[in-house]
């Protein structure tokens, strides 16, 4: 056989099974009168979604079915002439395009709102710790949000990267480059800590360990072992639960956090050496091949500038409507579910379509249903936090409310645009809604939100109406 | 000019990537000639292959080229509207060629105007646009084109702009001009080799093993691909075979059976010179006494075109017959047809023959596989000229194989041949020679002696030798096959009495013979 480079990604099945002819009744005496209808009848199926009279040709030597055979059988000089007739004989039909292959299963509904569960777990840390941090009042947590802000901004970068190269295939890669860039998130995001308060120890120590948890769920989370993290998470919840009930040592507020923080990072460091220990066992590190791996570390910055001005749009309404701020934490789950059924959505479009512009509309009609069904999930949220936040009583105006909402929008279609690889657009809008409130001032709490949640709106549709994002 | 002294060989999946028949023939080339300096240039899919062969000192430089790796050329899509246009326009013609068969004579012009884009880097970039879609759906919905019936859609479209832009990769693909072009396969392998000889001058010499164009046939049946995309894929195989055929310098199958597919595809006769493949009968020599136990031996990759499932039950019904029967088979799977062997050890269990079958794996020494049965089968499905039947029969050993490709030629009267995928047959055909002692050793003695005479290594490197002088313009240099000496009569030794007598339609274990006068011709 010649070289058999079958055309299709080599990371799919490579190859399947031959074809397999249907069993043909033994002939048990004279040919009847029609020997080529028979076979045209025998072989109907495959001669009806032939593309040419060769396929067919293919197909009858492939069953065994000689030119001597075929001269002495079906009266054909070679196999050929037979085919051309059976081709010309059968009537082309085409197969239904029968169910589309299975594509990645994305996690069920549950799966996603355990995820979002666990990204707002972490913030009872802040709880916990509330007493130890107090004395400096409000500005006690301004450290704690530089931190946050510095890391999540690294973080997602780093995400990023690794996520290439496990794109790539190459999952030792993936685990040095977040063994390499996770100590320096943390250092990051404690000198932005030391930076904005370097004389309050113990919010500077707290960012510090913050940082460190940040890390260690994008290692996680990355080399997908984000399951750790429940364990990881319980001292951390259990002593929320316990000091809400009655008050607890001081020890015990920053022992706990710490328990959760050593855990997550022990859990981090055997995850990465895991993977690297499976596939380096002789130190083959050296050979490599350049130049497969991602273009540069360039890439990557997009991803942090998406991660600091979602991040900063965050820590803005949280500062405003802490309720709120836990209801968006929460809504990553059902939002992180939505964006695989607007991925469904959009490939069924992609299937039933027949023409660009029928497409463009199924995907402006795939994205008002996801944009309303987040909308819901975070009115509902919202509505329970309001309920169940102490001293939430009078609580925020509507204005504020529909903020959130917006806001909402904003993180939904930036990461839409985000996992279709637009990433350029998400991060300057989002920097630049950040940023806009400096030059108008009020404007954070509604006209931010609404405008960028427009333009993100606009630009799906520009963007992923085009059937090529959709690769 | 090259004097034949420099050949760049391309490959597309095989050397020196994977271990089976071609990459052999092509390992073997080149050892012959270590007076020739070789470039390979081998297509492979995400890059990440292994080399498995080691190169021989005379090849210059190895280039891996993947059709499935970082995209190559420019990032962007030209931009300049005079760029798009000739690029837009070029591909239009290219589709028309493949979706309408009345356009069928512009593919070659339409591939050179897409080569001129590929050299200038622009291809693959332009390739990935929206327009590229666009332009693709607009096209096969007319309702004039056959495609439009089978209601393409817009999934479709990208799926095949895709397809298009990785296989035309290697038409970016450069190759040195003082070199003589050497493409191992037809398809993909030819593009640089297309692209060269109209830009370079560069000489261009194509050989078939197996039959490029009917693999692909085959491949695609299974394909998840809905028939639009199907259709243009195999357009593209089908046209760019033909341009293959039409344009190479010479083409040189190793059988003759190649060339019923390749005159179908528009080769010139007068082009076409037969090289069978050789064998070293040193390094297979006489394989000596059978072994005590009585085994049938089978060597190849464990690949789903070997058929082997045939095998496994033909096995079966031998077994039924001869109880202490083994089967031997020497190979292994390579990465991706794991699932295969897996099924076919099920099979074996199935058929409650697991205890006679063993997988010995890839064999370091090969003839020490030939020498481990009495006979040695094959059950292919395709085939070009199998080394394991040249191989066996270096040996001394007779085989059972199927009718397939050169298979007939190289075996001529020194084994028996049966319709593949007929489990029956081959099943009587080894019980046959394994009851007969004395035919199974007269038969042995005359296989080797045919490779002897007719399949030596020597005699296939020294034909290339001669075929490289003389595509390089070196004068008085032109490879005649030795007509006395090679099977020009096969199809007179095809008709001998003996053949007659145990081929597949002559013979009760496939289907009832006719009777010569009653039968439709």
């Not at chain 1, 429940?230 to 956090?257: C, D, E, T, W, Y």
């Not at chain 2, 062969?53 to 891996?64: D, G, K, M, S, Y």
């Not at chain 2, 919905?141 to 209601?151: E, F, N």
């Not at chain 2, 078939?208 to 998840?224: D, K």
């Amino acid at each position: 056989m010649s070289g058999s480079l079958w055309l299709k990604d080599p990371g799919a099945a490579v190859r399947d099974a031959l074809p397999r002819v249907p069993e043909k009744p033994r002939p048990t005496g004279p040919a009847g009168a029609d020997p080529v209808g028979e076979l045209a009848d025998r072989l109907d199926d495959f001669v009806a979604a032939a593309v040419h009279p060769d396929e067919v040709a293919a197909l009858l030597e492939s069953d065994g079915l000689t030119d001597e055979r075929i001269r002495r059988r079906y009266g054909h000089e070679d196999s050929f002439a037979l085919a051309e007739e059976l081709y010309a004989r059968v009537e082309r039909r085409f197969p239904p395009s029968g169910d589309p292959p299975p594509g990645p299963a994305g996690p069920t509904l549950l799966v996603c709102l355990l995820r979002g569960l666990l990204f707002t777990l972490p913030g009872l840390g802040h709880l916990l710790a509330a007493p130890v941090l107090a004395g400096g009042g409000r500005t006690a947590y301004a450290p704690l949000l530089a931190a946050a802000l510095a890391g999540w901004t690294w973080n997602q970068a780093l995400a990023h990267r690794a996520y290439t190269w496990l794109g790539l295939g190459d999952r030792p890669a993936a685990a040095g480059a977040l063994l390499r860039g996770a100590p320096v998130g943390v250092v990051l995001g404690t000198a932005a800590a030391a930076a904005v308060a370097p004389l309050h120890v113990p919010a500077v120590l707290f960012a510090a360990g913050q940082s460190l948890y940040l890390a260690a769920a994008t290692v996680l989370l990355v080399l997908s072992r984000e399951r750790v993290l429940l364990p990881v998470l319980l001292p951390l919840v259990g002593g929320a639960l316990f000091a809400a009930l009655q008050p607890m040592p001081a020890r015990a507020h920053i022992v706990l956090p710490l328990v959760s923080v050593t855990a997550a990072t022990g859990a981090a460091a055997g995850a990465v050496a895991g993977v690297l220990r499976r596939a380096d066992p002789g130190g083959r590190r050296g050979n490599r091949r350049r130049g497969v791996g991602p273009r540069g570390l360039g890439g990557s910055v997009p991803y942090g500038l998406f991660g600091l001005g979602s991040g900063a749009l965050v820590l803005h309404a949280a500062l405003d409507a802490p309720a709120f701020a836990v209801a968006l934490t929460l809504g990553m789950g059902p939002a992180e579910w939505l964006l695989y059924r607007f991925r469904a959505d959009s490939l069924a479009g992609l299937r039933a379509c027949t023409s660009p512009g029928a497409f463009r509309i199924s995907v402006a009609a795939a994205l008002a249903r996801s944009l309303a069904g987040y909308a819901g999930a975070l009115l509902t949220l919202m509505a329970a936090a309001m309920l169940l936040w102490p001293g939430a009583g009078d609580g925020p105006d509507a204005a504020t409310a529909a903020g959130v909402l917006l806001l909402g929008a904003v993180l939904w279609t930036g990461l839409l645009l985000q996992a279709f690889g637009a990433v350029l657009s998400p991060a300057a809008v989002c920097c630049a809604a950040a940023l806009a409130p400096l030059l108008l001032p009020g404007s954070e709490r509604l006209l931010v939100p609404a405008g960028a949640s427009g333009v993100l709106v606009l630009l799906v549709c520009a963007q992923l109406g085009r059937i090529t994002a959709h690769r | 000019m090259s004097q034949g002294r420099h050949v760049t060989m391309l490959t597309e999946g095989t050397y020196p990537h994977v271990h089976g028949g071609v990459s052999t023939w092509c390992d073997q080339l080149i050892r012959g000639m270590p007076e020739v300096g070789f470039t390979v240039t081998s297509l492979t899919g995400s890059g990440r292959e292994p080399v498995t062969w080691e190169l021989p000192p005379n090849v210059r430089t190895h280039t891996a080229v993947p059709l499935w790796g970082p995209r190559p050329g420019r990032a962007h899509a030209p931009r300049r509207g005079a760029d798009r246009r000739r690029f837009l326009h070029s591909f239009e013609r290219f589709l028309l060629s493949l979706l309408d068969p009345d356009a069928h004579g512009d593919f070659g012009a339409a591939l050179d105007a897409l080569t001129d884009e590929a050299r200038a880097g622009r291809l693959s970039a332009a390739l990935r646009t929206e327009t590229a879609v666009r332009t693709l759906m607009r096209l096969w919905t007319r309702p004039s084109l056959p495609t439009a019936a089978a209601g393409p859609t817009v999934h479709d479209a990208l799926t095949a702009v895709d397809l298009l832009e990785h296989a035309l990769r290697p038409l970016a693909v450069r190759i040195p001009e003082d070199s003589v072009a050497h493409a191992v396969s037809s398809g993909l392998a030819t593009l640089p080799a297309l692209a060269a000889q109209r830009l370079d001058g560069v000489p261009f010499l194509l050989t078939e093993h197996g039959i490029y164009l009917r693999e692909r046939y085959l491949g695609y049946r299974t394909e998840a691909q809905r028939w639009p995309v199907k259709a243009l894929m195999l357009g593209f195989y089908r046209e760019l075979n033909t341009l293959g055929y039409e344009r190479a310098d010479l083409i040189t199958p190793c059988n003759r059976y190649n060339r019923r597919w390749e005159e179908r595809g528009g080769a010139l006769p007068g082009k076409i010179r037969t090289v069978y493949n050789g064998v070293d009968p040193h390094a297979f020599p006489h394989a000596g006494a059978e072994p005590s136990v009585p085994t049938l031996s089978w060597a190849g990759r464990i690949d789903p075109i070997k058929d082997l499932e045939t095998l496994i039950r033909a096995f079966a019904l031998a077994r039924a017959e001869l109880p202490a029967l083994r089967l031997r088979l020497f190979g292994a799977a390579p990465a991706g047809c794991e699932w295969y062997a897996t099924g076919l050890e099920k099979l074996a269990a199935e058929l409650g023959v697991a205890d006679g079958v063993f997988w010995e794996g890839r064999a370091g020494d090969v003839a020490r596989a030939y020498a481990a049965g009495h006979v040695v089968v094959l059950s292919s499905i395709s085939e070009g000229f199998p080394f394991s039947i040249i191989e066996a029969m270096s040996c001394g050993r007779t085989t059972v194989s199927t009718d397939v490709g050169g298979v007939r030629e190289a075996v001529g009267d020194t084994g028996l041949v049966v319709p593949p995928r007929e489990p029956e047959a081959l099943a009587a055909a080894a019980l046959e020679l394994l009851r007969d002692d004395e035919r199974r050793a007269a038969l042995g003695r005359r296989a080797r002696q045919r490779v002897v005479d007719l399949f030596t290594l020597r005699r296939s490197v020294d034909a290339f030798r001669q075929i490289y002088l003389e595509l390089a313009g070196t004068p008085g240099a032109v490879y005649e096959p030795p007509a006395a000496e090679t099977v020009a009569d096969w199809t007179l030794e095809l008709r001998d009495p003996w053949y007659q007598e145990h081929t597949a339609w002559g013979h009760h274990w496939s289907e009832p013979s006719e009777p010569e006068t009653g039968g439709v011709r």
